[in-house]
């Protein structure tokens, strides 16, 4: 492999790593940086929603000459076909990759990359995925309106069952009867089987290297995995199986039944189950400053950096204090500043650090009640730091998430979508939602001085 093709390939993955894109992600070994995981997000309000779809890219040695081999990684060990162009055996057709007939100028050339390669394929998970399939422009609408919609409704549905638990139950340890194997009963990632872990064929290398990513998101958009249950269970109720296309064959198909009673009791398992995991991490945390590992003492002066700081330019929005001294978890109240949506507010947050940071990031929870699109329903806070390996980015991050009178709208930095619909609807809904907020603003001091 030439030198100026490890370069080429080495930009393209550093590129994707510190792109704010909240829907890619990628990862690789140091040792062979041929060999790419990536995961994209599933488009919001479309049927792969907030999925976590991964796939295997191996570059060859004459790239960017040529495109890189890519295969689908998520589709039930080789059993479900997400999308007339992303086949159950993992084959992804573009054009661009030269496995898929093309129109002119849509081939591959060396100025694509990594990126639009990720990008054509997220362009495929569109609201209506049947749209894919050649001859689709000739079909008959009416007739094929059926169709359609049984096609949309089945992929919502593997969505959530392969694409969102399947690899949070595996990495988890939760068994199909809702029982948590503890982790040091749990057989490593490579030697599991597939009934076990719900069909998930699992990453390429032997770890899986977006769990934290999976699992930070899940916490994220719970709410509307759940919003997305309640509304299809009311058109597919039951155990109702799923109808084939006409495109689909056996042994590339997406087969199986509707059951949305069991996906939302599972949800709510893995949901369970990650807050409990969170609530051990300042446990463990306790014991690893015991034994004065040095992830304790680098939080700890972290810690009192930070408050230096705050001191040294006078700021008084923000009171950051260790729970009993530990310093895996931080206690953060939020002073609203005046003039603004926060104004007069008091927020307390308890920020819950990992004794692996910065690989597992840090999880927030509102504890005061707190009516706003990035705080959930169960009071998680979204925010993205500008770094992920220094807790001083995280904590300005969380004051920035809060203080956004005015923010752009995108589906996936919102969290709370009763918020959401308010928010970004008509001009009498965003009177509600500020009138929603601003009653939980004057609660919150209330609370404070009770």
Not at 90 to 119: D, F, H, M, N, Y
Not at 171 to 184: A, D, E, Q
Not at 401 to 419: F, G, H, I, K, W
Request: glycine residues 6%; hydrophobic residues 35%.
């Amino acid at each position: 492999m030439s030198d100026q093709s490890v370069l080429r390939i080495t930009r393209d993955i550093k590129q994707l790593q510190q792109s704010a894109d909240l829907s890619l992600a990628v990862y690789c070994d140091e040792s062979d940086v041929r060999t790419v995981s990536a995961l994209i997000l599933g488009p919001p309000e479309s049927p792969y929603q907030f999925g976590f779809f991964e796939f295997a890219i191996k570059f060859g040695k004459d790239y960017p000459a040529s495109p890189p081999t890519v295969k689908a990684v998520t589709t039930n060990g080789g059993r479900c076909r997400f999308n007339p162009n992303i086949y159950a055996s993992g084959k992804v057709c573009l054009s661009i990759l030269g496995t898929w007939r093309g129109e002119s100028g849509e081939q591959w050339s060396s100025a694509q990359g990594l990126e639009s390669i990720l990008i054509s394929i997220q362009s495929l998970m569109s609201a209506n995925p049947y749209e894919n399939e050649p001859g689709y422009e000739n079909a008959n609408m009416e007739s094929d309106l059926t169709n359609m919609k049984s096609y949309i409704a089945k992929i919502r549905h593997e969505t959530l069952r392969i694409a969102v638990m399947a690899p949070l139950e595996r990495t988890l340890g939760i068994m199909s009867n809702g029982k948590v194997i503890p982790p040091r009963f749990r057989k490593p990632f490579e030697e599991r089987d597939e009934e076990e872990d719900f069909g998930f064929s699992g990453s390429i290398l032997p770890y899986d290297p977006f769990t934290d990513i999976r699992k930070r998101r899940f916490l994220w958009y719970f709410e509307s995995y759940m919003q997305a249950i309640d509304a299809a269970e009311q058109e597919k109720p039951g155990k109702r199986k799923f109808e084939r296309m006409p495109f689909e064959s056996t042994g590339n198909a997406m087969d199986g039944n509707f059951d949305y009673a069991e996906l939302r009791r599972r949800l709510t398992v893995i949901r369970m189950v990650i807050i409990h995991e969170t609530q051990k991490w300042p446990v463990e945390g306790r014991k690893a400053q015991e034994e004065e590992a040095g992830i304790a003492a680098n939080l700890y002066r972290q810690h009192e950096q930070i408050i230096e700081d705050f001191k040294r330019r006078g700021s008084f929005t923000v009171d950051l204090g260790l729970s009993d001294g530990n310093p895996f978890l931080w206690e953060l109240t939020y002073f609203g500043r005046p003039m603004t949506h926060l104004d007069g507010g008091i927020f307390k947050m308890k920020v819950y650090l990992s004794p692996r940071f910065p690989e597992e990031q840090p999880r927030v929870f509102v504890e005061t009640p707190l009516f706003h699109h990035r705080v959930s329903k169960d009071k998680v806070l979204f925010y993205l730091p500008l770094r992920t390996d220094e807790m001083r980015y995280h904590i300005e991050a969380i004051v920035d998430a809060l203080e956004d009178e005015s923010p752009a709208y995108d589906p996936r930095t919102t969290v709370n979508p009763e918020a959401t619909k308010l928010l970004w609807g008509s001009p009498d809904e965003k009177k509600q939602y500020k009138r929603a907020l601003r009653r939980s603003v004057e609660r919150s001091a209330e609370e404070a001085f009770a």
